[in-house]
């Protein structure tokens, strides 16, 4: 045969799928990486907060060995302990840190500026709004109360827990996607402030927009940002936005706030038959 015929799809985005901390909520994405320096601490291996940030967006007992296995962590393990971190400090490290993350979750639960405006946004282009996480499913229950308090209310949340393997792997978004009823992928759009973020979204085959501002990539709250000295900032925003370019992302942005501009242009380019 001399041609074959492609099909492509043409109609609008469908649905959002929104990250939570450093995203919606929690500026700045303090909560984990707090728990994580304090479980470390207990464990007699400081570690910094810079160094509890690494490995963020990925399943909290996988965060927990991705630090275990750094090598200024692992030097200072070995120092302390006369051993390598193993299997079992990984599981005793994820049983503490379960309950430290539960008492302090609410205080962090504040909405980033901007959340609530960009989610009415969606609901208006008749947008289905899906959600993925690291957090375990007793933390998101407690976080999609917190969030309702604060009038967010997604309409789907799938936690690492819940599927095969959380990020980068791309079972959360799918996940959302049937939970949804939505199809096909290249109609859902992914948000987030992580590198596994974008390329959780990336593996699913989705659109994908990566935050900088408001994450862990910069790791400060509005407070702390609004402290900053200009060229400070600028500085610690062109290193966010090459590493969230350089993960894959088709758009990176300061915040939530920023979104719905940019779901105008990836409707343009669906309409052209353009695909992530
Ligand atoms: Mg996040």
Same mark, same amino acid.
């Given at each position: 045969?001399?041609? =074959?015929?492609?099909?492509?799809?043409?109609?609008?985005?469908? *649905? =959002?799928? %929104?990250?939570?901390?450093?995203?919606?909520?929690? +500026?700045?994405?303090?909560?984990?990486?707090?728990?994580?320096?304090?479980?470390?601490?207990?464990?007699?291996?400081?570690?910094?907060?810079?160094?509890?940030? =690494?490995?963020?967006?990925?399943? #909290?007992?996988?965060?927990?060995?991705?630090?275990?296995?750094? &090598?200024?962590?692992s030097e200072?393990w070995q120092e302390?302990?006369?051993?390598k971190?193993?299997?079992?400090?990984? $599981?005793?490290?994820?049983?503490?840190?379960?309950?430290? $993350?539960? &008492?302090?979750?609410?205080?962090?639960?504040?909405?980033? /500026?901007?959340?609530?405006?960009?989610?009415?946004?969606?609901?208006?282009?008749?947008?289905?709004?899906?959600?993925?996480?690291? +957090?375990?499913?007793?933390?998101?229950? %407690?976080?999609?109360?917190?969030? #309702?308090?604060?009038? +967010?209310?997604?309409?789907?949340?799938?936690? *690492?827990?819940?599927? /095969?393997?959380?990020?980068?792997?791309?079972?959360?978004?799918? $996940?959302?996607?049937?939970?949804?009823?939505? +199809?096909?992928?290249?109609?859902?759009? #992914?948000?987030?402030?992580?590198?596994?973020?974008?390329?959780?979204?990336?593996?699913?085959?989705?659109?994908?927009?990566? %935050?900088?501002?408001?994450?862990?990539?910069?790791?400060?709250?509005?407070?702390?940002?609004? #402290? %900053?000295?200009?060229?400070?900032?600028?500085?610690?925003?062109?290193?966010?936005?090459?590493?969230?370019? $350089?993960?894959?992302?088709?758009?990176?942005?300061?915040?939530?706030?920023?979104?719905? *501009?940019?779901?105008?242009?990836?409707?343009?380019?669906?309409?052209?038959?353009?695909?992530?």
């Open positions: 045969m001399e041609f =074959v015929f492609q099909r492509s799809y043409r109609g609008p985005l469908k *649905a =959002v799928l %929104l990250d939570w901390a450093g995203t919606t909520m929690d +500026y700045g994405c303090y909560a984990p990486a707090v728990v994580f320096v304090e479980v470390y601490k207990r464990k007699g291996v400081p570690i910094s907060i810079a160094e509890a940030r =690494v490995p963020m967006g990925a399943h #909290k007992k996988v965060h927990i060995r991705q630090i275990s296995q750094m &090598d200024t962590v200072r302390a302990h006369g051993r971190t193993n299997e079992d400090d990984v $599981q005793e490290m994820f049983e503490e840190f379960i309950p430290l $993350q539960l &008492d302090c979750l609410a205080d962090y639960a504040d909405l980033i /500026p901007g959340t609530l405006d960009a989610i009415a946004d969606f609901r208006q282009r008749g947008l289905k709004i899906g959600s993925t996480t690291g +957090y375990t499913g007793e933390m998101m229950e %407690l976080l999609l109360a917190e969030a #309702k308090k604060r009038g +967010y209310e997604p309409d789907s949340t799938v936690c *690492a827990t819940d599927v /095969p393997a959380g990020r980068p792997e791309p079972w959360m978004c799918t $996940q959302n996607a049937m939970n949804l009823g939505i +199809y096909p992928f290249e109609s859902i759009v #992914k948000v987030g402030d992580t590198l596994p973020d974008i390329e959780e979204g990336i593996n699913a085959g989705m659109w994908t927009i990566g %935050l900088t501002k408001t994450g862990n990539e910069i790791g400060l709250n509005e407070e702390e940002i609004n #402290k %900053l000295d200009t060229d400070v900032l600028e500085r610690k925003m062109a290193r966010a936005q090459k590493r969230m370019w $350089q993960s894959g992302a088709h758009y990176v942005v300061d915040g939530i706030w920023d979104v719905p *501009a940019v779901l105008d242009d990836i409707n343009a380019r669906l309409a052209r038959g353009e695909r992530p």
